[in-house]
């Protein structure tokens, strides 16, 4: 009896052992690994989606196309660095009558097509490197720096997939967005030298379609001081895909600029005093060990007139802002919004999103990358100096800092990837939205939100002493990890700002799937969800940018 007592007991405690060895193994399971580790499904006939829960608005019509870095490694060779990822594709088609339709497939780059034949990670200029590591001299050829996985924006009516690199031929890729292939972007001008190397990942479109956008071309012999360097700036006509140089901007360093400011009259540069060194960039060294931070350098603001071509610099107290949010003229002044970097550590924000870093939850949990929302106001230029440089240098343009608060009183100060409503470009906007790890404070990455920023009722409002007040709707949901945020606008006349939804492409990290979240603008509430199924369920890893193209008006 005794034994049998003693059997039972002992069994006992082995099921609680087991039970709670389950839930702790339940509650130690990363929700992110999937958006750091390879997916390599795609999705290469159109497929519908169904929806798992609401309705798809009906009167949403176009494509939303998602970049993402999904694979991280060819056969035993990996890389280091989560932007570096084989660049994937997905584009979500929406037609009258809320019907959603699903491609998804990897850009077939020269990098893709030669490390996947080869069975070895084709030599490429890289945020990160490669483990084993790979001689840098073997990408200097160029010839598989083609993977466009940054950006995707509408240039002269072409779809072009963009990065922080250009050839001397082109933007980058175009998207063809009925079957997903691409071919090379080129422009139909012939003044690209070859040392036109580095450009905006971010172009600028005017009201008038026509798109603003530079390229930094290098001075071999201003890297032994001989000479400047030039950043070229130049306006795209929409009809014919030239190019018209607007200003050439003559440095001693060149700054890295990853997006910048237009208005309706005015492209503004903010070059910081983050600049490339560029004996490491022609030598294809990795680009977190290429970038210099100079904060006693100041950060010059050049403020190009894009009618009369004249560039006024101004000067600012050093700031290096990732990503802008718009800009727009009023009161004799022009407005920048943008998204300034804690540049404490003097490195690239991005540079802590190592794969390394980002598979390990403690490490991870303390990659804080804070980000000031900034108001920067710039007189407009006094052009009345016959030069075509004017230099302000003895101004110092200031900015109001707002901070971020949600209804609970909670800040969110790591704020990335802004987007605005699209038709509110170089207008006065009241809202814009943005991406949010550490989501209300977090300690954890992982707590990631989408929030919409409400700029009108708590900017520069000197007669509301109330603090409490919030400007932040946050979307979140445990466990979930969204992406950039794009704004779509209802069709119709007489609309608000906010009258339309938003887009994310989201990882659910409970069931390892990816799903498209459709969510109201105004309310920040989920509308539909669509998730993608079976053997491509995990179909994105690390998303980057994106952009919602509309239907063509024979297709509405």
Same mark, same amino acid.
């Given at each position: =009896?005794?034994?049998?007592?003693?059997?039972?007991?002992?069994?006992?405690?082995?099921?609680?052992?087991?039970?709670?060895?389950?839930?702790?193994?339940?509650?130690?399971?990363?929700?992110?690994?999937?958006?750091?580790?390879?997916?390599?499904?795609?999705?290469l006939?159109e497929?519908?989606?169904?929806?798992?829960?609401?309705?798809?608005?009906?009167?949403l019509?176009?494509?939303?196309?998602?970049?993402?870095?999904?694979? /991280?490694?060819e056969?035993?060779?990996?890389?280091?660095?989560?932007?570096?990822?084989?660049?994937?594709?997905?584009?979500?088609? /929406?037609?009258?009558?809320?019907?959603?339709?699903?491609?998804?497939?990897?850009?077939?780059?020269? /990098?893709?097509?030669?490390?996947?034949?080869?069975?070895?990670?084709?030599?490429?200029?890289?945020l990160?490197?490669?483990?084993?590591?790979?001689?840098?001299?073997?990408?200097?050829?160029?010839?598989?720096?083609?993977?466009?996985?940054?950006?995707?924006?509408?240039?002269? @009516?072409?779809?072009v997939?963009?990065?922080?690199?250009?050839?001397?031929?082109?933007?980058?890729?175009?998207?063809?967005?009925?079957?997903?292939t691409?071919?090379?972007?080129?422009?139909?001008?012939?003044?690209t030298?070859?040392?036109?190397?580095?450009?905006?990942?971010?172009?600028?479109?005017?009201?008038?379609?026509?798109?603003?956008?530079?390229? =930094?071309?290098?001075?071999?012999?201003?890297?032994?001081?001989?000479?400047?360097?030039s950043?070229i700036?130049y306006?795209?006509?929409?009809?014919?895909?030239?190019?018209?140089?607007?200003?050439?901007?003559?440095?001693?360093k060149?700054?890295?600029?990853h997006?910048?400011?237009?208005?309706?009259?005015?492209?503004?540069?903010?070059?910081?005093? /983050?600049?490339?060194?560029?004996?490491n960039?022609?030598?294809?060294?990795?680009?977190?060990?290429?970038?210099?931070?100079s904060?006693?350098?100041?950060?010059?603001?050049?403020?190009?007139?894009?009618?009369?071509?004249?560039?006024?610099?101004?000067?600012?107290?050093?700031?290096?802002?990732?990503?802008?949010?718009?800009?727009?003229?009023?009161?004799?002044?022009?407005? =920048?919004?943008?998204?300034?970097?804690?540049?404490?550590?003097?490195?690239?924000?991005?540079?802590?999103?190592?794969?390394?870093?980002?598979?390990?939850?403690?490490?991870?949990?303390?990659?804080?990358?804070?980000?000031?929302?900034?108001?920067?106001?710039?007189?407009?230029?006094?052009e009345?100096?016959?030069?075509?440089?004017?230099?302000?240098?003895?101004?110092?343009?200031?900015?109001?800092?707002?901070?971020?608060?949600?209804?609970?009183?909670?800040?969110?100060?790591?704020?990335?990837?802004?987007?605005?409503?699209?038709?509110?470009?170089?207008?006065?906007?009241?809202?814009?939205?943005?991406?949010?790890?550490?989501?209300?404070?977090?300690?954890?990455?992982?707590?990631?939100?989408?929030?919409?920023?409400?700029v009108?009722?708590?900017?520069?409002?000197?007669?509301?002493?109330?603090?409490?007040?919030?400007?932040?709707?946050?979307?979140?949901?445990?466990?979930?990890?969204?992406?950039?945020?794009?704004?779509?606008?209802?069709?119709?006349? @007489?609309?608000?700002?906010?009258?339309?939804?938003?887009?994310?492409?989201?990882?659910?990290?409970?069931?390892?799937?990816?799903?498209?979240?459709?969510?109201?603008?105004?309310?920040?509430?989920?509308?539909?969800?669509?998730?993608?199924?079976?053997?491509?369920?995990?179909?994105?890893?690390?998303?980057?940018?994106?952009?919602?193209?509309?239907?063509?008006?024979?297709?509405?």
């Amino acid at each position: =009896m005794y034994s049998l007592l003693l059997q039972q007991h002992i069994l006992l405690i082995v099921v609680l052992i087991i039970t709670f060895a389950s839930a702790a193994a339940t509650t130690t399971t990363d929700p992110l690994a999937g958006v750091f580790t390879t997916s390599s499904a795609e999705v290469l006939e159109e497929t519908v989606l169904k929806p798992n829960d609401g309705t798809v608005p009906t009167w949403l019509c176009g494509s939303y196309v998602r970049q993402s870095a999904s694979k /991280f490694e060819e056969h035993t060779r990996h890389l280091t660095h989560t932007f570096d990822g084989f660049g994937k594709l997905l584009r979500y088609k /929406f037609t009258k009558g809320g019907t959603v339709s699903l491609r998804a497939n990897f850009l077939r780059s020269n /990098f893709y097509n030669v490390s996947v034949n080869s069975g070895d990670i084709c030599p490429s200029r890289l945020l990160g490197t490669t483990v084993p590591h790979e001689s840098n001299a073997k990408a200097m050829t160029d010839n598989c720096t083609d993977n466009f996985n940054v950006n995707v924006v509408d240039i002269a @009516g072409n779809i072009v997939l963009t990065s922080d690199y250009t050839s001397n031929k082109g933007a980058g890729k175009i998207l063809n967005l009925e079957d997903m292939t691409t071919i090379e972007h080129k422009w139909n001008d012939t003044w690209t030298n070859y040392f036109d190397k580095i450009t905006a990942a971010h172009p600028q479109q005017l009201p008038s379609g026509d798109t603003i956008n530079f390229v =930094m071309r290098i001075n071999p012999v201003a890297i032994v001081g001989i000479g400047k360097h030039s950043i070229i700036v130049y306006r795209v006509n929409q009809h014919t895909n030239t190019r018209e140089q607007l200003a050439t901007i003559k440095v001693k360093k060149l700054p890295y600029i990853h997006s910048f400011t237009v208005t309706k009259n005015y492209a503004i540069l903010a070059a910081a005093p /983050f600049t490339w060194e560029l004996g490491n960039i022609m030598a294809a060294k990795p680009v977190m060990n290429s970038l210099k931070w100079s904060p006693e350098d100041g950060t010059a603001l050049y403020v190009i007139n894009l009618q009369t071509k004249k560039v006024t610099e101004y000067k600012a107290d050093a700031f290096f802002a990732f990503h802008h949010i718009n800009g727009f003229e009023a009161n004799n002044k022009i407005y =920048m919004d943008v998204l300034a970097n804690n540049m404490t550590s003097g490195l690239v924000p991005s540079s802590g999103l190592t794969i390394h870093n980002m598979l390990n939850t403690s490490i991870r949990d303390k990659l804080v990358g804070t980000a000031e929302y900034r108001r920067y106001e710039i007189p407009i230029p006094d052009e009345s100096i016959n030069n075509k440089r004017i230099k302000s240098s003895s101004l110092v343009v200031n900015y109001t800092m707002t901070p971020l608060i949600d209804a609970s009183g909670k800040l969110y100060t790591t704020v990335e990837l802004p987007r605005i409503n699209g038709l509110k470009s170089t207008e006065i906007s009241c809202y814009w939205y943005g991406w949010a790890p550490h989501a209300a404070g977090s300690n954890h990455f992982a707590d990631t939100a989408l929030i919409k920023v409400d700029v009108c009722n708590n900017i520069n409002d000197d007669t509301n002493a109330d603090d409490s007040i919030s400007n932040v709707i946050p979307w979140f949901v445990q466990g979930h990890f969204p992406g950039e945020p794009i704004f779509v606008q209802k069709p119709g006349n @007489g609309l608000a700002e906010d009258d339309g939804v938003i887009l994310a492409s989201v990882y659910d990290g409970i069931k390892s799937a990816t799903y498209l979240a459709i969510i109201d603008a105004k309310s920040m509430k989920t509308i539909s969800t669509l998730y993608c199924q079976d053997d491509w369920k995990h179909l994105m890893s690390f998303g980057i940018h994106g952009d919602f193209f509309q239907c063509k008006e024979e297709e509405k």
